[in-house]
């Protein structure tokens, strides 16, 4: 079982001269008490080609101290870590390497690094002697993994050992709470000449001492986002033709770049998305999944909107199978709302009417929906089937198949995608409001609801073209979005209704609650399809289309 802590901490260079100043009286300290010393030794593992240093993760086992065992630390908010631990073991756990598959795709985790730490650890306490921070000298001993130990060898050039010495300043307990505590600390160690380190991580600067970084900061980011390790190669700008003359390159992905400047950007960040909720969704972190799956929907929208950009022979089997990644992590975020939107009904339902165990009830079907729902999603991302997902969109952007319009102008194309996907919208709603009342509307609500989806995501992608009348059109096609999806919440909450009014009357319990709940239902639906044409009428005035076009 892994344990999650939130890291706060702040990283300062030291030398042999550095002599920490009394941090009693700043800020709620009020004594500081020596903790000790504690030998570390720490193993820490990435592919060969470093994809999880690149993307600030880092994953070690360490021995000694208070918290041995492995050590899996995830970005945060800045200046902010989630560690998740587990228990020590000779390789590294399933319950952690899990939670960066999506980083390592199929390479495999090595030893890269080896540290070796003195930690000289002092407590700051307030006046009730309760802990605020810790902080420690560290005496850092650093080593390529494999080779034999040189302990006080100092690192100089041609050598591939490196030694320092840093102190560590991390919140803990009610310092958690004190969030100028950190700036009163430093303060007080600039005082003395103490200053930020200059590298992140203790990995990170390992990696720099003992020569194993594998290419420039740079490059790294760039081949974790094309899905390969090393320097990335250099490709051919969008707008540039084969005389050699350079085009707008990525930093023109705005008004004055190429279409295929602008849908690349966009397909690179949803796919960085995905990949840094994976962790997430894995770990249930509240909103993660629907997040995860905006995300993937994006990324088809823009495979289907963009096709004078990508090729949609080269994409429509990758939409295919972002829409089944979508569909799976649909199960489990249409539980999150139907039942949000369950318990907020029966909650403003009067006790008087609120006949037989309804809430006991209703709690057993949630409950039950969610262990499949989750069992599901779990499933999903280990699978074989995802992975290939994964490495595809890698592939994809490293060698994108962009077509004759991802050279032209970015404004010109971004206006007519997402003008061609307005049609679309006006077209289904029009047959929604002309559909008689019942089943064939409420599908026709529905095919109408996802049209508005995929016109509000083009004009999303367009924004960095088209600017501010983007932003706006995609604000208003919004509006009609969440009207229709209210009415196809109301849809799937009927449906829910009565198979749990049938699960109550077989029990004997009577379903008059639910009968009221699914009648409620029904006027909600209604009132959203009376809404609609002053709702569409708005989104649709002519002045927000002409503005669109550059």
């Known amino acids: ?45 990435d592919t060969p080609d470093q994809r999880l240093t690149a993307a600030g993760i880092t994953l070690r086992r360490r021995t000694g101290g208070r918290d041995a ?10 200046g902010e870590r989630e560690e998740i631990r587990a228990l ?49 000298v560290d005496e850092v001993w650093a080593w390529p993994a494999g080779e034999a130990e040189k302990p006080g060898a100092a690192g100089v050039a041609g050598r591939t050992e490196a030694r320092w010495r840093e102190i560590e300043v991390e919140l803990t307990g009610g310092g958690e709470r004190a969030p ?86 966009y397909v690179r960040e949803q796919l960085r998305v995905i990949v840094e909720l994976d962790p997430a969704v894995r770990r249930d972190v509240p909103d993660s999944v629907h997040r995860m799956r905006v995300a993937t929907r994006r990324l088809r929208s823009a495979f289907r909107s963009y096709t004078k950009v990508l090729d949609r ?36 339902v009067p006790r008087t009417l609120r006949l037989g165990p309804v809430d006991a009830r209703l709690r057993i079907w949630s409950e039950r929906h969610r262990a499949e729902s989750r069992d599901r999603v779990l499933a999903t991302l280990d699978g074989d089937r995802y992975l290939a997902l994964l490495k595809t969109l890698h592939a994809l952007l490293e060698d994108p198949p962009l077509r004759p319009g991802a050279g ?23 047959t929604a409001l002309d559909a ?20 509000r995501y083009a004009a999303e992608a367009a924004r960095p073209a088209l600017g501010r009348p983007a932003k706006k059109f995609a604000k208003r096609v919004k509006r009609v979005q969440q009207l229709l999806g209210d009415h196809q919440d109301s849809v799937v909450a009927r449906g829910a209704l009565r198979e749990l009014a049938t699960q109550a009357q077989q029990a004997g319990e009577g379903g ?20 609609l044409p002053r709702v569409w009428r708005k989104a649709s005035r002519r002045k927000y289309r002409a503005a669109l076009r550059p």
């Open 1 to 45: 079982m892994a344990d999650t802590v939130r890291e706060i901490e702040r990283k300062y260079e030291a030398d042999s001269t550095t002599r920490l100043p009394d941090l009693a009286g700043i800020d709620r300290v009020a004594t500081v008490v020596e903790q000790g010393v504690e030998d570390l030794d720490a193993l820490y593992y």
């Open 69 to 78: 065992g492995w050590h899996l630390k995830l970005p945060a908010r800045p």
């Open 88 to 136: 020590l073991s000779d390789v590294p756990p399933p319950e952690l390497t899990s939670l960066v598959r999506a980083r390592v795709l199929d390479r495999d985790l090595v030893p890269v690094v080896r540290l070796r730490t003195r930690r000289t650890v002092r407590e700051l306490r307030d006046a009730a002697g309760a802990p605020l921070a810790e902080v420690a």
């Open 180 to 265: 100028g505590l950190l700036d009163e600390v430093e303060r007080a160690l600039a005082a003395v000449g103490v200053h930020p380190a200059a590298a992140p991580s203790k990995l990170a600067r390992a990696l720099e001492e003992t020569g194993l970084r594998s290419a420039r900061p740079e490059d790294r980011t760039a081949a974790v986002a094309s899905g390969k390790g090393g320097a990335a190669p250099r490709r051919k700008n969008f707008g540039e033709k084969e005389s050699g003359k350079k085009g707008s390159g990525r930093k023109g992905a705005g008004k004055k770049g190429t279409a295929g400047d602008l849908v690349l950007e």
């Open 313 to 348: 022979g080269v994409t429509a089997p990758v939409g295919g199978e972002l829409k089944w990644l979508a569909a799976e992590l649909g199960v489990e975020r249409d539980r999150e709302v139907l039942t949000e939107r369950l318990v907020t009904a029966v909650a403003d």
């Open 408 to 430: 032209r102008p970015a404004p010109e194309i971004a206006a007519r995608a997402v003008l061609k996907d307005y049609r679309r919208l006006a077209r289904r709603v029009r």
């Open 436 to 455: 008689p009342a019942g089943q064939d509307r409420d599908v026709a609500l529905h095919r109408a609801r996802k049209a508005a989806k995929r016109t």
């Open 512 to 531: 008059f609650t639910f009968g009221l709940l699914y009648g409620r239902e029904e006027a909600r639906a209604a009132d959203r399809e009376r809404e």
